[in-house]
T-cell receptor
Framework: GENVEQHPSTLSVQEGDSAVIKCTYSDSASNYFPWYKQELGKGPQLIIDIRSNVGEKKDQRIAVTLNKTAKHFSLHITETQPEDSAVYFCAARPPGSNTGKLIFGQGTTLQVKP | KAGVTQTPRYLIKTRGQQVTLSCSPISGHRSVSWYQQTPGQGLQFLFEYFSETQRNKGNFPGRFSGRQFSNSRSEMNVSTLELGDSALYLC?????????????FGPGTRLTVL
């Protein structure tokens, strides 16, 4: 089955710097890749997603890139702010037209130092 | 529009007991998925329901079960609780289970088994 690896497990940056989190997936037929942000005591919040027919997507300070050949996708956060501090999860949706099942990476704890 | 709601938010049970958790999806969403989140295993898919039918099931023992009602609300049940069932149980809703539909998570139910 699908497997998603996420790196790094922890990331500390200075406010204003950029942060990059990388994920690799095993099933080349996976077609949907969302990213979630989880703050303490809350459920994961969808922040950006990308489909397999797109190479890059941006939303203000957040961008996601997808390399289907290498089977990896990355989250880029620019001009980080203290409120970006949280745990970030990548996920992949395995092939199958009638499933919403997501396979998650292990998470990255991002700390943005003021 | 109200988000995904889960009740109760916190629950303490003892080994051997059973528990029922409830999830109300976003209005208009018909697909509900359940995930278990633990520090060791991360986010793991439990099952998915659409139109009152289980569409997909993760690798969990038969003690874990669920159902969906005609108004799309869903419940999951865990029988004969074990210590290892202590976790955050998350519900996610989407319009439909087909690929690419965004999943939105609720705040979760924190289950502690003593």
């Amino acid at each position: 089955g699908e497997n998603v690896e996420q790196h790094p497990s922890t990331l500390s940056v200075q406010e204003g710097d950029s942060a990059v989190i990388k994920c690799t997936y095993s099933d080349s037929a996976s077609n949907y890749f969302p990213w979630y942000k989880q703050e303490l005591g809350k459920g994961p919040q969808l922040i950006i997603d990308i489909r397999s027919n797109v190479g890059e997507k941006k939303d203000q300070r957040i961008a996601v890139t997808l390399n289907k050949t290498a089977k990896h996708f990355s989250l880029h956060i620019t001009e980080t702010q203290p409120e970006d501090s949280a745990v970030y999860f990548c996920a992949a949706r395995p092939p199958g037209s009638n499933t919403g099942k997501l396979i998650f990476g292990q998470g990255t704890t991002l700390q943005v130092k003021p | 529009k109200a988000g995904v709601t889960q009740t109760p938010r916190y629950l303490i049970k003892t080994r051997g007991q059973q528990v029922t958790l409830s999830c109300s999806p976003i209005s208009g969403h018909r697909s509900v998925s359940w995930y278990q989140q633990t520090p060791g295993q991360g986010l793991q898919f439990l099952f998915e329901y659409f139109s009152e039918t289980q569409r997909n099931k993760g690798n969990f023992p038969g003690r874990f079960s669920g159902r969906q009602f005609s108004n799309s609300r869903s419940e999951m049940n865990v029988s004969t609780l074990e210590l290892g069932d202590s976790a955050l149980y998350l519900c996610a809703s989407s319009l439909a289970p087909t690929g690419g539909n965004e999943q939105f998570f609720g705040p979760g139910t924190r289950l502690t088994v003593l």
